[in-house]
């Protein structure tokens, strides 16, 4: 499970996370009367309604590890992430906000996701693997929890699947955020936020495939809760 991401696992216990999880984001609407463009609270299962940072403001990132894996990971964030999100970011040796490191055996894992000082840790710096867990920092969820989900899972499939992998399939893939009274995008097979999945693994035989990079969804949900970019 080369890019296996453990971030609900590791978030399992935390009430803070469930709780976020939990009130989804924004959706942006129009006022009948008026036209006028306004934010109405949707529960798509990839975000948190509350994240730590506003438009705008400034994020430092420090990276440890081998110079490859630093610049490798330098230069997706660079330019597959900053260009959609609309914070500032620098990257610092020391003190950052925010720390990346390679300190992963398999996959990568996020903790403290949504808050002031997400740990992010990868086994490796494939473009996917930090994209995906850059995004949980930035309050992102699995897409696969999506209320808006319409598919139904072949649990003995995922289980061959992962039989290998230390993945729990009821909180990681099969258990959807409730979406009582409230709005939700629609889903999306190529979020960056999806596991990559055969057709086996559900009765409408759809493949998850996760995109290699931010599907206009995605960027739609960081412009919802970032701001547009500013240059
Ligand atoms: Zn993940």
């Excluded at 609407?29 to 463009?37: F, L």
């Excluded at 620098?90 to 996701?113: P, Q």
């Excluded at 996917?128 to 072949?154: K, S, Y």
């Excluded at 009582?180 to 559900?202: C, H, I, Q, W």
């Amino acid at each position: 499970m080369e890019n296996m991401c453990y971030t609900d696992f590791a978030s399992m216990n935390s009430m803070e996370y469930i709780e976020k999880n939990l009130a989804g984001n924004w959706s942006a609407e129009y006022n009948y009367r008026t036209d006028e463009k306004i934010l109405i609270p949707t529960n798509r299962a990839v975000g948190m309604l509350s994240v730590y940072y506003k438009p705008g403001d400034n994020v430092t990132i420090e990276i440890h590890g081998p110079y490859e894996f630093k610049q490798q990971v330098m230069n997706v964030l660079q330019t597959k992430v900053f260009p959609y999100v609309n914070l500032n970011f620098r990257f610092v040796d020391y003190g950052g906000d925010w720390l990346i490191d390679d300190k992963w055996s398999s996959g990568g894992v996020t903790f403290d996701a949504g808050k002031k000082n997400p740990t992010i840790h990868l086994s490796n710096s494939s473009q996917f693997l930090v994209i995906h867990e850059t995004c949980h920092a930035l309050g992102m969820m699995h897409e696969m929890r999506n209320p808006n989900i319409d598919l139904t899972w072949i649990v003995s499939a995922l289980e061959q699947k992962y039989s290998k992998g230390n993945i729990n399939i009821n909180e990681q893939i099969i258990k959807t955020v409730k979406s009582n009274e409230v709005r939700a995008l629609p889903f999306d097979k190529n979020s960056v936020m999806g596991y990559p999945l055969p057709g086996e693994t559900n009765k409408e035989n759809v493949e998850i495939k996760p995109a290699e990079e931010l599907t206009d969804i995605d960027k739609q949900w960081l412009e919802m809760t970032y701001g547009k970019k500013q240059n």
